[in-house]
């Protein structure tokens, strides 16, 4: 069995799933024995592996890596070298890589927790805000109330004027029939200052001529007596 530790350098190693990618091809092979680490060198990206297999196995392993990348890769130095350390199995690496990836999740979960704070905070807020708008809704309301209770009163008030309208129409309607009373009393007495007129013109005037027939007959019968004395 050989052991074998690889160097993968370049601008884009981290965060693209390399050593994942390394993993399922060694599992792949049936290479039992496997680990890899990000770090950095000089500023560059770095991906070092350790692989433990029979040299056929090994020589298919580096020759995949120098030809293969995962998907948005930028490398730009391979390079193997001899390795005598020890050399974690596939599984417990796999382990280790489960971890990993719950170690990077607390965080995650921490600042959703956090987010999660601060959107209860502003709920929080947005409901002080709609009681708020409620309390003033009541305000409104109550005002609203006050002015139908205003206007109920004024309609009430507008009632009364116009009862006391009807009474005064009605008043109005008893005043013009008196008159239309009086009006026919009055051409009534008229027509019988009339009639009265007539009938003292006519009597005068028969008293008249009898008293001018008497006067006649006075004369006539004086002037018979001083003829018979004359």
Not at 78 to 104: A, P, R
Not at 115 to 130: A, F, N, P, R, Y
Not at 209 to 221: D, G, P, Q, V, Y
Request: with cysteine; proline share 1%; glycine share 6%.
């Amino acid at each position: 069995m050989i052991k074998l530790q690889g160097k993968i350098t370049g601008d884009k190693t981290h965060e693209i799933g390399y050593r994942i990618f390394l993993l399922r091809e060694a599992m792949g092979m049936g290479i039992e024995r496997f680990n890899a680490l990000n770090t950095h060198e000089n500023d560059k990206q770095v991906v070092i592996f350790y692989i433990e297999s029979d040299p056929g196995t090994i020589d298919d392993y580096k020759n995949f890596i120098n030809v293969n990348f995962p998907q948005n890769a930028i490398v730009s130095e391979i390079l193997f070298n001899e390795y005598s350390g020890y050399i974690t199995s596939v599984i417990d690496y796999m382990h280790l890589i489960q971890v990993e990836q719950l170690s990077k999740g607390i965080p995650a979960i921490l600042s959703i927790d956090n987010k999660q704070d601060q959107i209860l905070g502003k709920q929080d807020q947005m409901l002080g805000k709609q009681d708020q708008m409620l309390g003033k809704q009541d305000q409104m309301l109550g005002k609203q109330d006050q002015m139908l209770e205003k206007q109920d009163q004024m309609l009430g008030k507008q009632d009364q004027m116009l009862g006391k309208q009807d009474q005064m129409l009605e008043k109005q309607d008893t005043t013009i029939e008196v008159l239309k009373s009086v009006k026919e009393d009055t051409s009534n007495i008229r027509d019988g200052i009339s009639t009265s007129k007539e009938d003292i013109k006519e009597i005068f005037c028969e008293k008249y001529e009898f008293l001018s027939r008497e006067i006649i007959n006075i004369k006539a019968t004086l002037s018979e007596i001083e003829a018979k004395v004359m």
